[in-house]
Structure formats: C-alpha cells, structure tokens
C-alpha cells in the first residue's frame, strides 16, 4: 500500500488535455514540493516534474504540475501516443523522515 | 552524462542476503548537493524508496526496513551498495539505484538520475 494515492489507470486521445491526481496528507504533499515520474515500458523512472510545477531540461511544456493542499495533479495536454506510459508522483515525508511514492497511474493513448 | 549501473546476482534463496552494488560514472559522486539511494519496485507494484547515503557515510533507512538494511559507499570507486537481510518472497523487485538532489541538507531531496535497475528474484 502506497504512502501516496493515484488512480491506476487514466486514458485519453491523441491531442487532448489528461490530469493525473495524487492523495497525500498534511505531513507530505501538504508541507513538501512534488516530483513526477514517467515510466515508459520495462525502463526506470524519469524525472519529469520537479518542485512541483518545474521541469527539467528537455521535457516538453506539455507537462505540467501544481498542487493544492494534500493533492497534487500533473496535467498533460496535447496528448501523444509516446505519452503512453505510468507516471508515479512523490514527495518528502516529514513523519518518515524520507521520500514516499503513489502506486502509479497507467496512461493510455487511445 | 551521469550514469549509474546496478549490479548483482539476479536470484537471491529465502532467509539469505541480498546484495547489489551501484557504480556512478561522474565526478559528482563526493558533491555535497547530492544523496544516492535505493529504490525498488515489486512486480506490478509502485516504487518503495529503501534507504540512501551521503559521500562522508551517512546513512538514512525507510523505517519498514530499516532493521535489515544496510548501505555503504566506497568513494575510490565511486560506488554504493545495499544489503538486504532475512529476504523473503516479498522482496522480489526492480532495485533501482539513483541519484538525490537537495538544496537543503536531508530534506526534500528528489531522484533526477535512475540506473537500469535490476529484477532480484527470491526463490529457492
């Protein structure tokens, strides 16, 4: 059982905007910055959201995330069949004292 | 370009020990700014974070664990290891090994560069 609460699954179309939502608590996603992470098929994770609502170099402004008391959302628009993939989103714990991770949503590209 | 690559026995038997080791190709491995840790991923299961060590040696363990891990760095080689006790068959996973970063101390500290990771099997 995640720390973290994400959807398993979400879809959309080539071309249309999807928001992937992520349930944390007051003690992380409530007092800490948010991470996103791409995982295509059988590869490690990428990093693709930073400080909550920052991307590093090279990922599309497609991508973008933000946050609002204990949820976090990432939102992708345009959407691309090389989306297709899970993305798991994570933050600090400040009871753990450590970072935590949600179970993972699984896009798809219909 | 950082790279890390996991490396260890793929089958692990119940009760005995799991051990993988982490080679960072970079110089940034005795930067201050950075952490490097273990991250593993049962199949069809989201990412459980295990520990990380700072360059001087210090530790910091997931609490769920905490009593049969342990993580060391050897600088010279610019590597990381884990050791994982008592493994069971729940303890089948991906093991990642990745780069922190924190802009303060230990906190807040995020992953930006994952290895490959490795699929450790625990059977007999």
């Known amino acids: 059982q995640s720390v973290l609460t994400q959807p398993p699954s979400a879809s959309g179309t080539p071309g249309q905007r999807v928001t992937i939502s992520c349930s944390g608590s007051?003690?992380?996603?409530?007092?800490?910055?948010v991470q996103w992470y791409q995982q295509l098929p059988g590869t490690a994770p990428k990093l693709l959201i930073f400080s909550t609502n920052q991307r590093p170099s090279g990922v599309p402004d497609r991508f973008s995330g933000s946050k609002s008391g204990t949820s976090a959302s990432l939102a992708i628009s345009g959407l691309q069949s090389e989306d297709e993939a899970a993305y798991s989103c994570a933050t600090w714990d400040d009871s753990l004292n450590g970072p935590v991770f949600g179970g993972g949503t699984k896009l798809t590209v219909l | 370009q950082l790279q890390l690559q996991e490396s260890g026995p793929g089958l692990v038997k119940p009760s005995e020990t799991l051990s993988l080791t982490c080679t960072v190709s970079?110089?940034?491995?005795?930067?201050?700014?950075?952490?490097w840790g273990w991250i593993r991923q049962p199949p069809g299961k989201g990412l459980e974070w295990i520990g990380s060590i700072y360059y001087s040696g210090s530790t910091y363990y997931n609490p769920s664990l905490k009593s049969r891990v342990t993580i060391s760095v050897d600088t010279s080689k610019n590597q990381f290891s884990l050791k994982l006790s008592s493994v069971t068959a729940a303890d089948t996973a991906v093991y990642y090994c990745?780069?922190?970063?924190?802009?303060?101390?230990?906190?807040?500290?995020?992953?930006?560069?994952w290895g490959q990771g490795t699929l450790v099997t625990v059977s007999s």
């Open positions: 970079s110089g940034s491995f005795s930067s201050s700014s950075y952490y």
């Open positions: 007051s003690s992380n996603i409530g007092s800490n910055a």
């Open positions: 990745a780069r922190q970063v924190s802009n303060s101390g230990w906190y807040v500290a995020w992953f930006d560069s």
